[in-house]
Nanobody, 113 residues
């Protein structure tokens, strides 16, 4: 069955960095667009970034543009989210998803001093 397992979250100070990873299995990873989506406490889901199947094209939400970078390694069935210059408003549970409606369990990112 499809599995998406996120990792790499944690507590970081404002201005810090984190790298999230999402390992996929159960589907042909290299043929799917992959996405990162987040949910802040008490708020709805917010799309963050997407990357095409080959990793040649990415799009980012305005709120993270220039600070976050999505990438993928199809040989490792893994998608990454490099997050720099983190702000308190980036605090959220971060999920990866494929284009078929499958989601991971999420990883918590907390930005606080």
């Amino acid at each position: 069955q499809v599995q998406l397992v996120e990792s790499g979250g944690g507590l970081v100070q404002p201005g810090g960095s984190l790298r999230l990873s999402c390992v996929a299995s159960g589907f042909t990873f290299s043929t799917y667009v992959m996405n990162w989506v987040r949910q802040a406490p008490g708020k709805g889901l917010e799309w963050v970034s997407s990357i095409d199947d080959r990793g040649s094209s990415t799009t980012d939400a305005h709120s993270v543009k220039g600070r976050f970078t999505i990438s993928r390694d199809n040989a490792k069935n893994t998608v990454y989210l490099q997050m720099n210059s983190l702000k308190p408003e980036d605090t959220a549970v971060y999920y990866c998803s494929n284009g078929a409606g499958d989601w991971g369990q999420g990883t918590q990112v907390t930005v606080s001093s």
